[in-house]
């Protein structure tokens, strides 16, 4: 079965770093999204895409943040200056298409800011 | 906005018993309704879904309804296994895709 796959799989950053969490969604899906989780916390969005643009966006994510998809397969989320609080698990999805749709994750790469 | 709420876990049984975790939800329109299962040190994996009112999702032996009345999705099972041990989401979307997500429930089942 096809499924989104994520690297790193843990990323250890210095703050005021930039970073980049790559993803490749599944190759027939046309949404892509990111979401994080803070340890302990609930699974938080962060930013929709289709159509090779923003569709929506969460407060989270501010100026720090960007996603790109550069070719046709990888989906991609940067930092630009790290903070110790973007510490978290970052877990990209993508879906068929809106609410009926299940999205379909991937195991998610561990952000750790020192 | 559109939100959901789940029991507070960890919740704690031993083999066989039956599960129960509620979720409740607040949303606009017609959300669709949905759990997902992270098992230790992976993703969210679709355990099951129900898209519009009186469905009921069903996959593994879990099972939930989709109560509009009640706006209720509670997550059952008849009879846990320790490999049924994760954290179980409940989740809603609305018109615009985005997945929307409970705090999550540990299960912990014991031998």
């Known amino acids: 079965e096809p499924e989104v796959t994520q690297t790193p799989s843990h990323q250890v950053t210095q703050m005021g770093q930039e970073v980049i969490l790559r993803c490749v969604p599944i190759s027939n899906h046309l949404y892509f999204y990111w979401y994080r989780q803070i340890l302990g916390q609930k699974v938080e969005f962060l930013v929709s895409f289709y159509n090779n643009e923003i569709s929506e966006k969460s407060e989270i994510f501010d100026d720090q943040f960007s996603v790109e998809r550069p070719d046709g397969s990888n989906f991609t989320l940067k930092i630009r200056s790290t903070k110790l609080e973007d510490s978290a698990m970052y877990f990209c999805?993508?879906?068929?298409?809106?609410?009926?749709?299940?999205?379909?994750f991937g195991n998610g790469t561990r952000l750790t800011v020192t | 906005g559109d939100s959901v709420t789940q029991m507070e876990g960890p919740v704690t049984l031993s083999e066989e018993a039956f599960l129960t975790i509620n979720c409740t939800y607040t949303a606009t329109g017609y959300p669709s309704l949905f759990w997902y299962v992270q098992y230790p040190g992976e993703g969210l994996q679709l355990l099951l879904k129900a898209t519009k009112a009186d469905d009921k999702g069903s996959n593994k032996g879990f099972e939930a309804t989709y109560r509009k009345e009640t706006t209720s999705f509670h997550l059952e099972k008849g009879s846990v296994q320790v490999s049924d041990s994760a954290v179980y989401f409940c989740a809603l979307t609305g018109n615009t895709g985005k997945l929307i997500f409970g705090q999550g429930t540990t299960l912990q089942v014991k031998p």
């Open positions: 999805a993508s879906s068929l298409g809106q609410k009926d749709s299940p999205l379909h």
